[in-house]
């Protein structure tokens, strides 16, 4: 019976493939005759192009000796890379939350882990997010990805700021409706799943959605890069003409890990380093589009990854290069990514920083780069960096929180200084008779967090842990609901 299903799919997919085409092409060209906003300087396009569980070491601009990087290296070269930029959380929907609302994901209610596809919760309509400030403004706004912020209507993409989604709503080892019946896991698992690309509709269930609707079940994974940057490409033409927000959040290098056919090594043990290169070839393809428009010269285009690289998969993971430990930790290889910024003469070509800022700090930072201030009484974490940007000064971070990745503190940064306190668990849950692991690193010169001085500076630890607890339980008491899907 499955694999009836698996073959009426399959023949049923062009079909479809053409009417959510031509579906999708009429939206946009009614929005951009409907008296859309006329782009000036003060209206930048916005581009945030974002990788899944990709490393810190992972690109030839970062340090990478293995992967070929060429067009995120040439934006490296035209463009600022910010090599102390860290996000809110070391797994998906916090971090994905984090970034779209300017907020630890504590204060949107979205930092008890990932959500699943039996999940009844999602982002809160409510948030002021990315999309939802520039729609305000006359953009065109997309989201063609990864949504991974709850798969209900009502907390969709199309919720919460974006004109058009197309992506799938969760991450790709997570199959429609139950999370059931999913093939084996770890390194000899992804190695055999990689060994039958076929197994890419025979072996998953991750559905595509086009706006609320599934348009495919199974998602052909092999083409989800391409074809998600097929739409941005069209996104970026039709709406050429007026301010435009795309957002292309990669379900890759996320395992299990897909190429199109005509790009596939067979080679196992190439697996991450063949998928890293397809997306770095899909994001020349937007970089190329936005140059050939005569567009690089109004567009600000951010790259950047949710967290890092998931270790345990071996040559299915990435690297974290120096930093200590990936995903899933509060370790700087948890959540220090790499992150490219380009803006031909606004940002200055073949720079650095090493300020610290962090995906909360891209919404009021979008808010000051279009002159239109974030909504009065909804406070958010993240501060405007646009003086990093630009290279006149330094970070107005100095402040950072470190949360595990079901939402409880766990560390925070003050300038170098960082203290992590962390609580024993056994299958998640607390150990509470057994003794915190007090750790203090100076990043200036411990990047690799291997030197724990808390014995040598306890006034250090005592003082940071202190301001630790203040500002969580300041973050607790005015956090806003979380979506709940009625009646569940």
């Known amino acids: 019976m499955l694999e009836l299903m698996n073959r009426g799919a399959a023949r049923l997919r062009p079909f479809r493939g053409a009417v959510a085409g031509l579906r999708f092409f009429l939206l946009f060209f009614v929005a951009a005759i409907a008296g859309a906003a006329t782009r000036t300087d003060s209206t930048p396009n916005i581009v945030i192009i974002l990788a899944d569980d990709l490393g810190y070491g992972d690109l030839g601009s970062f340090g990478s000796t293995t992967i070929r990087t060429p067009h995120l290296d040439r934006l490296a070269k035209e463009g600022r890379r910010f090599t102390s930029f860290v996000t809110a959380s070391s797994v998906c929907s916090p971090s994905r939350a984090a970034l779209l609302t300017g907020s630890f994901p ?26 939802d400030h520039l729609k305000q403004q006359g953009y065109a706004t997309a989201c063609f990805g990864k949504w991974h912020l709850g798969h209900h209507p009502e907390v969709l993409p199309t919720a919460n700021g974006f004109d058009h989604y197309y992506g799938i709503p969760y991450s790709n080892d997570m199959n429609h409706p139950d999370n059931q019946d999913k093939p084996k896991g770890g390194p000899a698992g992804m190695d055999a799943l990689w060994a039958d690309p076929a197994s890419t509709l025979t072996k998953w269930k991750t559905p595509l959605m086009e706006n609320e609707t599934i348009v495919e079940l199974p998602v052909d994974q092999s083409t989800i890069t391409r ?24 379900s890759m290098p996320h395992i299990p890990l897909y190429v199109p056919d005509d790009v596939r090594d067979p080679d196992l043990r190439r697996a991450y380093i063949n998928t890293v ?25 951010i790259f950047t990854s949710d967290n890092g690289p998931w270790l345990p998969y071996k040559h ?38 090493n300020g610290l800022a962090s995906t909360i700090d891209l919404l009021p930072t979008i808010a000051a780069i279009t002159g239109r201030p974030l909504p009065a009484g909804r406070a958010i974490d993240g501060v405007d960096i646009s003086p990093l940007l630009n290279g006149d000064g330094s970070s107005p971070r100095n402040e950072f929180l470190y949360y595990t990745r079901n939402g409880r503190i766990e560390g925070i940064r003050e300038g170098d200084w960082k203290l992590l306190v962390k609580q024993p668990e056994r299958q998640g849950q607390l150990v509470p008779s057994a003794k915190a692991d007090v750790m203090l690193f100076n990043l200036a010169d411990d990047l690799g967090e291997k030197d724990n001085r808390a014995a040598a500076k306890p006034d250090i630890v005592e003082r940071l842990r202190q301001r630790m607890l203040a500002q969580d339980a300041a973050l607790e008491a005015a956090a806003r609901p979380i979506w709940k899907k009625p009646g569940a």
């Not at 994001?283 to 285009?301: E, H, I, P, S």
């Open 227 to 250: 074809r998600c940057t097929d739409r941005g490409v069209a996104f970026i033409k039709e709406n050429q003409k007026r301010p435009f927000f795309l957002y292309l959040p990669y």
């Open 316 to 353: 299915h993971g990435g690297s974290a290069g120096p930093l200590r430990d990936g995903k899933m930790s509060t370790f700087e290889g948890g959540q220090r990514v790499p992150c490219i910024m380009w803006a031909p003469g606004r940002i200055p070509a073949g720079t650095e920083s």
């Open 277 to 301: 290169e397809h997306i770095d070839t899909e994001v020349g393809r937007v970089f190329d589009t936005l140059r050939k428009l005569d567009l690089a010269k109004n567009t600000y285009l």
């Open 106 to 131: 504590k204060r949107v209610g979205m930092h008890q882990g990932v959500l699943f596809p039996g999940s009844t919760t999602g982002l809160n309509p409510a948030e002021h997010t990315i999309a």
